[in-house]
């Protein structure tokens, strides 16, 4: 500090850090240029590693296939991975890839299950490990018999059942966060609810003067936010149908919008009528709708936006595969980023955490990218045409897309595998949206339809085609 002959430094120490004794330099520069070197020793604790596996719910395993274990773990003072493995497996039962990711408290696994397994319960123990530190939790299995030689497995892309009731085409869907309930927005200038259980529609929303462009779900709670080209952002009582809230200040197209994770600020991206002039984002608090922070950013069209790191970082996408990460609290300049691919085409930001990126390219290719660490983590192939539209699930493991010659399909990120394939069935496709639970499929229709399909993310290591 200015006119002080004592300061306080803040070291920060990556969790790769090893313990021990380190010498770390010093360097200070005054406004005036001068210049100071010192040296300091410093010593490394190890960290206090505090973390537990919680109890995981009985698994079905489908004999042949992959499945998905699903579980939960208290991090306390830990932050790294945690390497997963199984005990006492018969033989043919394995988790492929089984770590939990750094940070995540709710993991996903894959679990193959080869076909000389007999139907059937087992009981065996999952193991975790990290920093030296072991845990074992029971684990109950239930085989039962899919594929070849078994009884026919569970339905998996199967027309559960199409929605009718929109006059023109469908602009959005979103899943409420139980998975029982679907909002879909059209061009009629209206929002409607839709009971999955009972492919029944439950409300109408109307207040909107134009047409409206997305919709979404809060994932806390029970309210519904729209964005319409009448340029105002609405917030809705998702049981009663009650325009609770209204923003009118916005000028220009809204693209997308995306809640943050507590549900308490709702960020919109705004696309302005006039060339060259930059796009907006604008974000706002939930409970009397206010804006908290606006960003600008270039002339491209922004495609995708997700909060970040507990909710204080804002991630923005353009159509051209470049972005920005925005501080909420204003304190650090932006940081940019960019998908290095060829023609990007359709890019979609992870809902979960907003640390993956997916671009889809002209030549049909679909990469997903990690955008801390500015690395390409996987690269998914099977169309053929352009990739116009890209939508993660809720929980980051699985990826929806449709290309151009209009063929939707699914892949496991897990594995990279196609596990979907949706040919000749639907026609004019506009959105696109993945059930909280990966077990259903949302197809909206410029037809103003809406279409569901059964996803099952156990089952056949083949993926299935339906149509031509």
Sequence with gaps: PAWSDTSTLEITVLQTAKPGKRTVEIVAVAVEGVRVETKAEVEIEAPTVVWKLLPIEPVSLFSPGLNRMKGRVERGGYTGAIHLELENAPSGIEIVRGAIPPSESEWYVLMRCSKGVAPGKYQLQLVGEAEGVRQVVPLSLQVLPGGPGGPPAPSFGDQALTLHGHTKGVTGVAFSPEGKHLVSGSLDHTLKVWNIDKGQEVLTLTGHKAAVQCVDYSPVGKRIASASLDGTVKLWDAESGLNLLTYKAIRGNIRTMSFSRNGKNLAVGIERMALQEPYEVKVLETERFQQMSSFQGDTSRVNSLSFMLRDLLLCSVNQ?????????????????????????????????????????????????????????????????????????????????????????????????????????????????????DGKALAVGSADGTVTIWGLRTVGSLAPQMIGD
């Design 320 to 436: 051209d595969g470049k972005g920005r990460i925005w501080d909420l609290s204003g304190r650090m300049n932006p940081r940019s980023l960019t998908v290095p691919m060829g023609v990007c085409t359709s890019v979609c930001l992870d809902p979960n955490d907003g640390r993956k990126l997916a671009a889809g390219s002209s030549d049909g290719t679909i990469k997903l990218w990690s955008i801390l660490r500015k690395e390409e983590l996987l690269s998914l192939k099977g169309a053929s045409e352009s990739v116009l539209l890209l939508s993660f699930s809720p929980d980051g493991t699985l990826l929806a897309g449709v290309s151009s010659d209009q063929v939707v399909r699914v892949w496991e990120l897990t594995m990279g595998a196609q596990i979907l394939m949706l040919k000749g069935r639907i026609r004019e496709v506009s959105s696109l949206a993945i059930s909280p």
